[in-house]
T-cell receptor
Framework: GIQVEQSPPDLILQEGANSTLRCNFSDSVNNLQWFHQNPWGQLINLFYIPSGTKQNGRLSATTVATERYSLLYISSSQTTDSGVYFCAVEYGETSGSRLTFGEGTQLTVNP | DSGVTQTPKHLITATGQRVTLRCSPRSGDLSVYWYQQSLDQGLQFLIQYYNGEERAKGNILERFSAQQFPDLHSELNLSSLELGDSALYFC????????????????FGPGTRLLVL
């Protein structure tokens, strides 16, 4: 099956700093999503981005499908950005769909 | 709030028991997906239903089963529970099957936290 690798596994920032999270995948994908799992366990959709660039406030994402990677940028980080960030991809299904998740990046933003 | 609801939020039970987790998709969504998040396996896809029919299957144990009802809600049944089944179980939904040209966002519910003692 497809491999999804996220880096770095852990990231500690001071409030106000910027960061870049990376997701590499081993095969062509139909769908790529970024999620934020908050400390209460909720999975929050950030971006649906199989290709191209999107921005939402302080967050933006870029997927370069031909090179099989995606980047999530967080600018001016806040303590509420803390949690785990997951990249998930969907590929190859003919009749249904499934997301394959990376292992996540644990982000801690200190005040 | 994603619009996907899951009940119960928390469940504590004993080994060997059977439990049922319930999911209501977003209004208008026909696909329902189940995922398991455990400490050792990470987030894993279990199964997908679209409009009542099974569409995709992951590494779902034989002790686990699911179904989607005519009103589109779904239930995940876990039986002969073991300690290792303790996990956070997520349901997600999307409007269409998600296959081929129908790529689309999956929206996740808040999860059911299962603890098997």
């Amino acid at each position: 099956g497809i491999q999804v690798e996220q880096s770095p596994p852990d990231l500690i920032l001071q409030e106000g700093a910027n960061s870049t999270l990376r997701c590499n995948f081993s095969d062509s994908v139909n769908n790529l999503q970024w999620f934020h799992q908050n400390p209460w366990g909720q999975l929050i959709n950030l971006f649906y981005i199989p290709s191209g660039t999107k921005q939402n406030g302080r967050l933006s994402a870029t997927t370069v499908a031909t090179e099989r990677y995606s980047l999530l940028y967080i600018s001016s980080s806040q303590t509420t950005d803390s949690g785990v960030y997951f990249c998930a991809v969907e590929y190859g299904e003919t009749s249904g769909s499934r997301l394959t998740f990376g292992e996540g990046t644990q982000l801690t933003v200190n005040p | 709030d994603s619009g996907v609801t899951q009940t119960p939020k928390h469940l504590i039970t004993a080994t060997g028991q059977r439990v049922t987790l319930r999911c209501s998709p977003r209004s208008g969504d026909l696909s329902v997906y189940w995922y398991q998040q455990s400490l050792d396996q990470g987030l894993q896809f279990l199964i997908q239903y679209y409009n009542g029919e099974e569409r995709a299957k992951g590494n779902i144990l034989e002790r686990f089963s699911a179904q989607q009802f005519p009103d589109l809600h779904s239930e995940l049944n876990l039986s002969s529970l073991e300690l290792g089944d303790s996990a956070l179980y997520f349901c997600a939904s999307s409007p269409r099957p998600g296959a081929g040209g129908w790529q689309e966002t999956q929206y996740f519910g808040p999860g059911t936290r299962l603890l098997v003692l």
